[in-house]
């Protein structure tokens, strides 16, 4: 069964700590999001990812960082915690071939900054 | 700038019933659109999707319908079971692979 692996299901900061949200596919796809999903705003991108080591800002990139190593693995680094950051933080990945490319997201990771 | 937009938040339905799910978009030049399925503490979860050659597309219990002259979709689910209480998104192709997706609404099967 093909997925996306979010490590941490739930996440406790301390606020001025540098967090590392980790996110692992296994279907060799070449696009990865990260997103963050509050109520009432719905989904909100983050960055994301076509390919290795490379990066694009989404709409909301302020205080958060990312890292592609690798094709399966995106990280997202928020550089100094904050509690405006506590949220819902969703990864997704796509392929870009066929046309048809609908996300596969992951559980994602609830975390808390206090 | 563009959007994706719902027209209920909430929609309560009786176990048995029909549901249908209205999402409005605003980008004309959209190709692809996806309703997505968010069960409480999941992330969000493929249905169908639908190309804009296409005006309507059926799965399994759920059908959706694109009308492209007054940019309007609709996921319409038969049967409506306990299960399927959950927040739906619409989601519309953006550019470069990115989706734009409404903010949800959420479907309360009532027994």
């Known amino acids: 069964d093909v997925k996306v692996t979010q490590s941490s299901r739930y996440l406790v900061k301390r606020t001025g700590e540098k967090v590392f949200l980790e996110c692992v596919q296994d279907m060799d796809h070449e696009n990865m999001f990260w997103y963050r999903q509050d109520p009432g705003l719905g989904l909100r991108l983050i960055y994301f990812?076509?390919?290795?080591?490379?990066?694009e800002k989404g709409d909301i990139p302020e205080g958060y960082s990312v890292s592609r190593e690798k094709k399966e693995r995106f990280s997202l680094i928020l550089e100094s915690a904050s509690t405006n950051q506590t949220s819902m933080y969703l990864c997704a990945s796509s392929s870009t071939g066929g046309g048809n490319y609908g996300y596969t997201f992951g559980s994602g990771t609830r975390l808390t900054v206090v | 700038g563009e959007s994706v937009g719902l027209h209920l938040p909430t929609l309560s339905v009786q176990e048995g019933d029909n549901s249908i799910i209205n999402c409005a978009y605003s980008?004309?030049?959209?190709?692809?659109f996806i309703w997505y399925k968010q069960e409480s503490g999941k992330g969000p979860q493929f249905i169908i999707d639908?190309?804009?050659?296409?005006d309507k597309r059926q799965g399994q219990r759920v059908t959706v319908l694109l009308n492209k002259t007054v940019k309007h979709l609709s996921l319409q689910i038969a049967a409506t079971q306990p299960g399927d209480s959950a927040v739906y998104f619409c989601?519309?192709?953006?550019?470069?692979?990115?989706?734009?997706f409404g903010t949800g609404t959420r479907l309360q099967v009532t027994l």
């Open positions: 989601a519309e192709s953006g550019t470069a692979s990115k989706l734009t």
């Open positions: 639908i190309r804009s050659n296409m």
């Open positions: 990812s076509y390919d290795v080591k490379m990066k």
């Open positions: 980008n004309s030049a959209s190709d692809y």
